[in-house]
């Protein structure tokens, strides 16, 4: 079809899908690049295990999508300075507009002593390893008996749960830099969660703060509902473990022994206010947590190798964008380059908001558009182009290739989901390669 305009969307997790959608609707062709062989980024690799039906309806959203015919799907493609082409090369194949959905693949570091301890690790990394994300899913964790999880969030809950169900780990402790009243977790999530925590203990807890919280005028109330709310839909407790908060503490460091971890050093934190906002200040009073195993869960930044300037763990945006969308810019600095989702900012909402903001940058990118003529780049050469990189390019009809195989093989277990583990398992599975 002569003067389609063609788009490159890089990152297949729900704002690239959606993204792409919004721009095929509106009969763009689009060449859809992902790092990973299968789409659906964060929606299939960061929920929870046992959400089966919540994947699915989603899955079922994004198959829909990359059923459209002006949508190309290229899997198993990394793109950025150390992947298998970088933005310029991708540019350089003629797009009229490249659309970066690609995630925040960067993990956020406070530079404590201790950190490349064995035993310290990412949130993230956990995550990826329990819904199997290759080469994460392979990777070895040690998840000793007492485990820290740094952070107040619903990652921290879906971890401590994933820890305590799967990995027999007796005892769990949230590290909270602030208060009670500042926990960031749903109480759909911590009804999960809830049935494993001492009442009596998290009341001493709430005592031990108190000082702080009185010193902002902060209601202790406001905290203690934010947690046990979730008790009148607790589930039922099915190990032996326990749960703990441990609030107003910020890590200052890791201890370890031989190379692995033993200990976390943490400093006592007091409340202030300014404008609203409650934030933590250190006491300089600090005090050792005998833990086996520490998990940072304190939000990710974008991968600052991927070839766009960043500033805040962020791409830097236009400030003053031209085609902005609710007020909001998705321009990237870098002209016909546009940023969505946690690209655009980093551990923001869940997959409805990676949703909206996907869309949202493709209207971004559609008013762009309507400035410029079709450039007529050949999808043919963009195929051609990417077969010519030295390894399986995975394409829609493979995606269905490696679905149907793992429903066979879930069907055939007695599992709700069945899902391999590793790259060569997928490319068997869809006949790239040779079985082993």
Not at 391 to 407: F, S
Request: proline share 4%; aromatic share 8%; hydrophobic share 40%.
């Amino acid at each position: 079809m002569e003067n389609q305009f063609f788009v490159a969307v890089i990152g297949a997790g729900p704002a690239g899908l959606f993204g792409a959608r919004e721009l095929a609707n509106h009969g763009v062709r689009v060449a859809l690049f992902n790092r990973d062989i299968k789409a659906g980024g964060l929606a299939e690799y960061g929920i929870y295990l046992e959400k089966h039906t919540m994947k699915e309806g989603l899955r079922k959203q994004f198959r829909q999508a990359l059923d459209l015919a002006n949508i190309d799907y290229y899997g198993n493609v990394s793109i950025g300075s150390n992947g298998d082409m970088n933005l310029d090369e991708i540019r350089a194949l003629g797009f009229d507009a490249v659309l970066v959905s690609a995630g925040a693949q960067g993990t956020k570091s406070l530079g404590l002593p201790g950190e490349d301890l064995d035993g310290v690790y990412h949130a993230k990394d956990v995550v990826y390893h329990y819904n199997k994300l290759p080469p994460f899913s392979q990777r070895k964790f040690r998840f000793g008996k007492r485990c820290a999880i740094i952070g107040a969030g619903n990652v921290m809950v879906d971890i401590a749960r994933f820890l305590i169900n799967y990995q027999g780990v007796e005892e769990v402790t949230a590290v909270v830099r602030r208060g009670p009243a500042e926990v960031n977790f749903t109480k759909d999530e911590m009804k999960h969660l809830i049935g494993y925590l001492d009442l009596n203990e998290f009341e001493n807890e709430l005592k031990r703060v108190l000082p702080a919280l009185e010193a902002i005028q902060q209601d202790p109330e406001i905290g203690r509902h934010k947690v046990v709310d979730a008790l009148a839909k607790a589930d039922p407790k099915v190990r032996d473990a326990k749960f703990h908060f441990d609030f107003l503490a910020s890590p200052t460091g890791m201890i370890g022994e031989n190379g692995q971890l033993t200990a976390l050093e943490v400093e006592d934190n007091i409340l202030t206010e300014k404008d609203g906002k409650t934030s933590a200040k250190g006491t300089g009073i600090k005090r050792i947590l005998n833990v086996d195993t520490v998990i940072f869960a304190i939000g990710d930044q974008v991968d600052a190798s991927f070839g766009l300037p960043t500033e805040w763990g962020e791409f830097s945006k236009n400030k003053e964008p031209k085609f902005p969308v609710e007020g909001v810019s998705y321009e990237s600095t870098t002209e016909g380059v546009f940023v969505g989702g946690w690209s655009r900012k980093a551990s923001e909402g869940l997959v409805g908001y990676a949703r909206r903001d996907g869309t949202n940058a493709a209207k971004a990118v559609l008013q762009y558009l309507e400035t410029k003529s079709p450039a007529n780049a050949s999808p043919e050469a963009v195929t051609e182009r990417i077969k010519s990189l030295p390894k399986p390019i995975i394409m829609k009809e493979d995606i269905k290739k490696l679905e149907t195989v793992e429903a066979e093989e879930a069907k055939k277990r007695g599992l709700e989901e069945f899902k391999f583990g590793s790259n060569d398992e997928m490319l068997q599975a869809m006949g790239l390669i040779e079985t082993a």
